[in-house]
T-cell receptor
Framework: DSGVTQTPKHLITATGQRVTLRCSPR?????VYWYQQSLDQGLQFLIQ???????AKGNILERFSAQQFPDLHSELNLSSLELGDSALYFC???????????FGQGTRLTVV | GENVEQHPSTLSVQEGDSAVIKCTYS??????FPWYKQELGKRPQLIID?????GEKKDQRIAVTLNKTAKHFSLHITETQPEDSAVYFC??????????FGKGTRLSVIA
């Protein structure tokens, strides 16, 4: 167990819908990262938060948004879902820069 | 921004042989280089990392080497075992930036 908790574990939804993925980082970790992993693909960086503020953005679509709350948990919102959004979404946390990133178990999103 | 290339994409070795996976990075300011192992259906987990002030680091059967001049780093696994079969990802970061991952190497250890 990495200490990073993601919910839900699985999500099946229809095209055009909106979903919210939730992540609770390890206790004490201030950085939260979201990554997307499609079938046989690497880990694509989406967005990073540090202590409640957005720190960096990757190839995140405009239909996707995220936030980090005062208690440091984070949510990734995916809207107007398309079939191509089906993927494994990982949240990771670390104490700070250049430190080990601990991954959650991931949320497998299937858009039908 | 940073770009990480990883080779090979697939690698098959006989049990007991060595496996080498290579990565190159583009940002000369990157200073942190971790390697993650992802078993089927599981989360990526750190197996070893190296920082830019070190040229080599070893942990039992696993070692990582870093050549800052050439901007490449490699993972070496000796005496491979079937449980080493997984997807391995290299990554790079300049410290205040998120990890940028390579596309992964699927390692198969044949018994």
């Amino acid at each position: 167990d990495s200490g990073v908790t993601q919910t839900p574990k699985h999500l099946i939804t229809a095209t055009g819908q909106r979903v919210t993925l939730r992540c609770s980082p390890r206790s004490g970790d201030l950085s939260v990262y979201w990554y997307q992993q499609s079938l046989d693909q690497g880990l694509q960086f989406l967005i990073q938060y540090y202590n409640g503020e957005e720190r960096a953005k990757g190839n995140i679509l405009e239909r996707f948004s995220a936030q980090q709350f005062p208690d440091l948990h984070s949510e990734l919102n995916l809207s107007s879902l398309e079939l191509g959004d089906s993927a494994l979404y990982f949240c990771a946390s670390s104490v700070g820069p250049a430190a080990e990133a601990f991954f959650g178990q991931g949320t497998r999103l299937t858009v039908v | 921004g940073e770009n990480v290339e990883q080779h090979p994409s697939t690698l098959s070795v006989q049990e007991g042989d060595s496996a080498v996976i290579k990565c190159t990075y583009s940002d000369s300011a990157s200073n942190y280089f971790p390697w993650y192992k992802q078993e089927l259906g599981k989360r990526p987990q750190l197996i070893i990392d190296i920082r830019s002030n070190v040229g080599e680091k070893k942990d039992q059967r696993i070692a990582v080497t870093l050549n800052k001049t050439a901007k490449h780093f490699s993972l070496h696994i000796t005496e491979t075992q079937p449980e080493d079969s997984a997807v391995y990802f290299c990554a790079a970061s300049r410290g205040n930036t998120p990890l940028v991952f390579g596309k992964g190497t699927r390692l198969s250890v044949i018994a």
